[in-house]
């Protein structure tokens, strides 16, 4: 039976964010319905204390679902806590890394001694262009990998502007499993929603005097004023702390109506919940997305697909294979945005089925994940 470790970031430190754990358990549904056996090598930034043992088990309850709770190596990121880590003893940890045929590492600061303990390791970009600008300008140097996947459609096109830093990138899809992310064919709700970060790490990218925000926060500020100019309900949920209390207010003030993600997102229930129960999605993407024109379709955006639910979201590049106008719009500006809800619910139970068809055509993780371990292995 094939081993695949996969190198997560940030799984048990951030268990409020219920659409960050699926983001790799699309891929670890799809390994373990390919017969492959998976673990997870997680990290996490310590603090002063470790987490408590409720946090652990919520970690592990979580995990149980999809059959990784007693498979899972948590370590700490930074030379300081190197050692600190709990889930499998280490002596067994390193016997097990060694074990490992293919490591699908996410972590771009997995240290060279783990990554090349496994026979063979792919590094997954799922930042491109932001990935590719930082290593070209050593912000972030990825230790060395047998080979590299991207989500990014243009990485290492002749005329794309995302460097390709010396390597092949093979390209892949953000995957869903159809499985665990049915047609939904009960009614759905009256909003088109989302799901985002408001602030971020790294917020600032660019070139010494010609730095850009790259929050989720500014980028939305050019759709601020969209409610006014469509009657469809528009909901955000957003990872807002207390200090966001002004911006709430300004965009409930123009038409939003606001959640914070923890209520909505806070577990991967919740959140499948939430995307399921809505009409579609409004997205949009940071401003790197469009710099770089890096054709990237969202992790979320294909769960709402993959639900039979429409999606409306920012175009971020030229593609090879997404539609403009068919279970996915692509929009350019405010108010293509807002024809582009008007479209969806002229012919909705068309566009429902035409975004269940893309998910099934284009994500399918099953697909994407066997194309993978065909390259890598």
């Known amino acids: 039976m094939t081993r695949v470790m996969l190198g997560t970031v940030r799984l ?6 219920g659409g960050h754990l699926w983001v790799y358990m699309q891929y670890v549904d799809a390994l373990r319905r390919l017969g492959c056996e998976v673990y997870l090598l997680d990290s996490f930034t310590w603090s002063s204390d470790t ?3 409720a946090r652990i088990r919520d970690f592990r ?3 149980a679902r999809y059959g990784v709770a007693d498979a899972v190596i948590v370590g700490a990121e930074g030379e300081e806590g190197a050692e600190r880590h709990f889930g499998i003893p280490e002596s067994e940890a390193w016997e097990l890394l060694e074990s490992v045929d293919l490591l699908l590492n996410f972590n771009y600061h997995l240290s060279p001694e783990l990554v090349s303990a496994p026979r063979s390791s792919a590094l997954v970009d799922i930042d491109p262009g932001l990935l590719q600008f930082w290593m070209s300008r050593g912000f972030i140097q990825p230790a060395s990998h047998s080979l590299y ?3 990014g459609e243009t990485v290492g096109a002749p005329d794309s502007p995302i460097p390709d830093c010396g390597l092949r990138w093979h390209h892949i899809r953000p995957p869903v ?7 939904v064919l009960d009614g759905p709700g009256d909003a088109f929603t989302t799901v985002s970060s408001w602030w971020g790490e790294r917020d600032y990218v660019g070139e010494p005097g010609n730095y850009y925000d790259n929050t989720k926060r500014t980028a939305f500020l050019d759709f601020l004023d969209l409610p006014r100019h469509t009657d469809q309900q528009l909901e955000v949920s957003l990872f807002l702390a207390e200090s966001d209390a002004l911006d709430r207010r300004r965009l409930e003030n123009h038409g939003w109506r606001v959640r914070h ?3 909505t997102a806070g577990s991967p229930d919740a959140y499948q919940a939430y995307v399921q129960a809505s009409r579609g999605e409004f997205g949009w993407a940071k401003a790197s997305c469009m710099r770089f024109q890096n054709a990237w379709v969202s992790d979320r955006t294909v769960c709402y697909l993959a639900s039979g639910r429409p999606a409306v979201v920012q175009h971020t590049g030229p ?3 997404l539609p403009d106008a068919e279970g996915i719009f692509r929009f350019r500006t405010l108010e293509d945005a807002a024809r582009s809800l008007d479209a969806v ?6 566009q429902s089925h035409l975004a269940r068809r893309l998910a099934e055509e284009y994500f399918d993780a099953q697909k994407i994940v066997g194309g993978m371990l065909e390259v890598a292995l």
């Open 12 to 17: 048990l430190e951030f268990l409020e964010g």
């Open 51 to 53: 987490p408590s043992p």
């Open 61 to 63: 309850d979580r995990l």
């Open 149 to 151: 996947f991207t989500t």
């Open 177 to 183: 499993s159809l499985q665990l992310w049915p047609e």
């Open 261 to 263: 993600s923890t209520e």
């Open 319 to 321: 593609s090879s294979y």
């Open 345 to 350: 619910n002229a012919d909705y139970k068309a």
